[in-house]
T-cell receptor, first 111, second 117 residues
Framework: NAGVTQTPKFQVLKTGQSMTLQCAQD?????MSWYRQDPGMGLRLIHY???????DQGEVPNGYNVSRSTTEDFPLRLLSAAPSQTSVYFC??????????FGPGTRLTVL | AQSVTQLDSQVPVFEEAPVELRCNYS??????LFWYVQYPNQGLQLLLK??????LVKGINGFEAEFNKSQTSFHLRKPSVHISDTAEYFC???????????????FGQGTILTVHP
């Protein structure tokens, strides 16, 4: 199993550009989520999904969109990037026992 | 709503010394508790978790944690640390199954453990 994979590892955007962060898991987990990590703030939940076709907002959803067309994939879209979205983004999927497995992260810089 | 407070943002210790990283949580419902470790420029790795049963939980790399319901704490301990334990540690909580927030992890702010030779 590859577990949770994320692409790209690094990305630099200019303000106003759009992009999609990719996330995939091969563990057949229904629950997937996106977090952002900022210094001194831990990880904060952006969006989550409890299965294909079902998504909902987390703690900090503004400026981000998600969709879940398959169990495996859960992409995160930034429609118009802002410097405040400079962060490290982690995708995670949750096993039935409650443990969440995290991807390696995407480091995003918005200039 | 639930919240997690890690009481120390940085903990410096010498190699082979014991260490305790403190975590307190607040929740109106029963919760699951987790400790994750993040090595520099890497993702998060599960150290240990408390779901039910014995309140003393043992994890990987010699770490253990004790769930104290009355004090709403879940402190992480290791009797003798190594240089390789230098990392950032996160305490996290999620509601038990059946709750409206089931599956959502709420994280503490993180504690940076630095082990000196």
């Amino acid at each position: 199993n590859a577990g949770v994979t994320q692409t790209p590892k690094f990305q630099v955007l200019k303000t106003g550009q759009s992009m999609t962060l990719q996330c995939a898991q091969d563990m057949n987990h229904e629950y997937m989520s996106w977090y952002r990590q900022d210094p001194g703030m831990g990880l904060r939940l952006i969006h989550y999904s409890v299965g294909a076709g079902i998504t909902d907002q987390g703690e900090v959803p503004n400026g981000y969109n998600v969709s879940r067309s398959t169990t495996e994939d859960f992409p995160l879209r930034l429609l118009s990037a802002a410097p405040s979205q400079t962060s490290v983004y982690f995708c995670a999927s949750r096993a039935s026992g409650g443990t969440q497995y995290f991807g390696p992260g995407t480091r995003l810089t918005v200039l | 709503a639930q919240s997690v407070t890690q009481l120390d943002s940085q903990v410096p210790v010498f190699e082979e010394a014991p260490v305790e990283l403190r975590c307190n949580y607040s929740s109106s419902v029963s919760v699951y508790l987790f400790w994750y470790v993040q090595y520099p420029n890497q993702g998060l790795q599960l150290l240990l978790k408390y779901l039910s049963g014995s309140t003393l939980v043992k994890g990987i790399n010699g770490f253990e944690a004790e769930f104290n319901k009355s004090q709403t704490s879940f402190h992480l301990r290791k009797p003798s640390v190594h240089i390789s334990d230098t990392a950032e540690y996160f305490c996290a909580v999620s509601e038990r199954a059946g709750g409206t927030s089931y599956g959502k992890l709420t994280f503490g702010q993180g504690t940076i453990l630095t082990v000196h030779p």
